[in-house]
């Protein structure tokens, strides 16, 4: 059965550090392009991080409103991806889907913009940011 499962949401406190981690079954990561979304309540599902290629071939994407402080990675062997998320704050306060879709186009800041073209989703994991 494919799919995708996350998991390390949680309570964290301002300015605090927690990392997701999504682990893939019936296919192969380390060929799709992957990445991390996330909504909140009453709001849309926002691109935070995708990933595409491997080694020297890889190439990420952030949203303006992580870039510094979140760093997607993918370990091919364990057929996981991590989102590392340091200096949370309260507005990072959401459920967090990891995904993954066979395509090479387009671009990473474009398939961020547009949910619909992922082919696979996890069922989410909450993260809450609040002293």
């Known amino acids: 059965q494919l799919g995708l499962v996350e998991s390390g949401g949680g309570l964290v406190q301002p300015g605090g550090s927690l990392t997701l981690s999504c682990v893939a079954s019936?296919?192969?990561?380390?060929?799709?392009?992957v990445g991390w979304f996330r909504q909140a309540p009453g709001k849309k599902r926002e691109g935070v991080s995708v990933?595409?290629?491997?080694?020297?071939?890889?190439?990420?994407y952030y949203a303006e409103s992580v870039k510094g402080r979140f760093t997607i990675s993918r370990d091919v062997a364990k057929n996981t991806i991590s989102l590392t998320m340091q200096d949370l704050k309260p507005e990072d306060t959401a459920a967090y889907y990891c995904?993954?879709?066979?395509?090479?186009?387009?671009?990473?800041?474009?398939?961020?913009?547009?949910?619909?073209?992922?082919?696979?989703w996890g069922q989410g994991t909450q993260v809450t940011v609040s002293s």
């Open positions: 019936g296919f192969d990561l380390g060929r799709y392009t």
């Open positions: 995904t993954g879709d066979l395509r090479q186009t387009p671009s990473l800041q474009s398939m961020s913009l547009l949910p619909e073209l992922w082919d696979y």
């Open positions: 990933l595409r290629g491997v080694g020297r071939a890889e190439s990420t």
